[in-house]
């Protein structure tokens, strides 16, 4: 088990930028960035293979959000920029460290999380 906690959330106008961190006790092969909106499912942002660096994300965030990792400090990061209102959410960071048999969008790939950080984006 890994234990994650994230930071970097909070309040900008639309169009603006934020830097989300997410620091595990220790090196994971499969991590990820999922945000939930009040009223919504948990819905996948991005996505990293960390042994290889591969990425994957979500149509709408693609060209916008940037996910990287320093593995020397087993921390994730997501940049977010020219953030949009309907980018408003509690952002969470997931990992696992076998592969499951789902997809990485499906929240049952991953089988740890953290708190979530929250990202506000007003208009």
């Known amino acids: 088990q890994v234990h994650l906690v994230e930071s970097g959330g909070g309040s900008v106008q639309s169009g603006g930028s934020l830097r989300l961190s997410c620091k595990a006790t220790?090196?994971?092969?499969?991590m990820g960035w999922f945000r939930q909106a009040p009223g919504r499912e948990r819905e996948s942002v991005a996505r990293m293979i960390t042994v290889d660096g591969r990425t994957t994300y979500a149509d709408s965030v693609k060209g916008r959000f940037t996910i990287s990792r320093d593995n020397a400090k087993n921390t994730l990061f997501l940049q977010m920029d020219s953030l949009k209102p309907e980018d408003t959410a509690m952002y969470y960071c997931a990992a696992a460290q076998e592969w499951r048999p789902y997809p990485w969008s499906d929240p049952k790939h991953y089988t740890d999380w953290g708190q979530g950080t929250q990202v506000t984006v007003s208009s």
């Open positions: 220790r090196y994971t092969v499969y």
